[in-house]
């Protein structure tokens, strides 16, 4: 089983920028296709962000689209999301999986982003 651990999360000035880390255990990471996901307070979980295996093919959900920024590096066993440009509306714990969401998920960073 892959356990990930998600960090980098924190308050920031609307406008500003974080990085997040996700490092996950075990050999399986590089196989897969990676998301970033995120759930507001009383929201579901929504994916921002999504990685092939290779980091060839990236997609973005519309809401983050040309602020945020999915990587991977497949030798560390970690993917990234620099984020640019937050809005309030960006707040809310962050979390890593595969793009399926079928790994356990871990506890997540909070960002908060204040107006």
């Known amino acids: 089983q892959v356990q990930l651990v998600e960090s980098g999360g924190g308050l920031v000035q609307a406008g500003g920028s974080l990085r997040l880390s996700c490092a996950a255990s075990?050999?399986?990471?590089?196989?897969?296709?990676m998301g970033w996901f995120r759930q507001a307070p009383g929201k579901e979980r929504e994916q921002v962000a999504a990685i092939s295996w290779g980091g060839d093919i990236i997609v973005y959900a519309d809401s983050v689209k040309g602020r945020f920024a999915i990587s991977r590096d497949n030798a560390k066993n970690t993917m990234y999301l620099q984020m640019n440009s937050l809005k309030p509306e960006d707040t809310a714990v962050y979390y890593c999986?595969?793009?399926?969401?079928?790994?356990?998920w871990g506890q997540g960073t909070q960002v908060t982003v204040s107006s």
């Open positions: 999986n595969n793009k399926a969401g079928s790994w356990t």
């Open positions: 075990g050999r399986a990471f590089s196989s897969y296709s």
